[in-house]
């Protein structure tokens, strides 16, 4: 292909999601407001309650060059419930894309549901 005809070619644009959007999405999928990034002190949390935090990243690139960068969350579902609905609707997300469950553990008698996203 002649160098002189690249420019006619449309570039994919990549739009990127922030954090807020994230933080948004799952609180339409918990159905309250009960989602933090920072995790306020345990004793003002009611259940259940999503707890996020920033992860590594992934990262694409074509000739040694970035072109696309998603940020990797960890999601933690905190429950009373053992058999919470919100398990599924997290793991069978469309909107999360491909969130991965990662493990789950008891502490103080509160399920605790890990999963992985990028985002």
Same mark, same amino acid.
């Given at each position: 292909? @002649?160098?002189? /005809? &690249?420019?006619?070619?449309?570039?994919?644009?990549?739009?990127?999601?922030?954090?807020?959007? /994230?933080?948004?999405?799952?609180?339409?999928?918990?159905? =309250?407001?009960?989602?933090?990034?920072?995790?306020?002190s345990s004793n003002k949390i009611s259940y259940p309650a999503i707890v996020y935090s920033l992860g #590594?990243?992934?990262?694409?690139?074509?000739?040694?060059?970035? +072109?696309?960068?998603?940020?990797? +969350?960890?999601?933690? /579902?905190?429950? /009373? @419930?053992?058999?919470?609905?919100?398990?599924?609707?997290?793991?069978? #997300?469309?909107?999360?894309?491909?969130?991965?469950? =990662?493990?789950? &553990?008891?502490?103080? =008698?509160?399920?605790? +549901?890990? &999963? =992985?996203? +990028?985002?």
């Amino acid at each position: 292909m @002649d160098q002189n /005809l &690249f420019h006619l070619i449309p570039r994919k644009v990549t739009i990127m999601r922030t954090r807020e959007d /994230l933080q948004d999405e799952l609180e339409r999928m918990l159905g =309250n407001k009960r989602v933090y990034f920072q995790r306020p002190s345990s004793n003002k949390i009611s259940y259940p309650a999503i707890v996020y935090s920033l992860g #590594s990243g992934e990262t694409k690139f074509a000739d040694d060059r970035p +072109y696309l960068h998603k940020k990797r +969350y960890q999601i933690t /579902l905190l429950t /009373l @419930d053992p058999d919470d609905e919100m398990i599924d609707k997290i793991t069978m #997300s469309v909107e999360l894309q491909r969130p991965e469950f =990662n493990n789950h &553990f008891i502490s103080d =008698n509160i399920h605790h +549901y890990v &999963f =992985n996203l +990028y985002y």
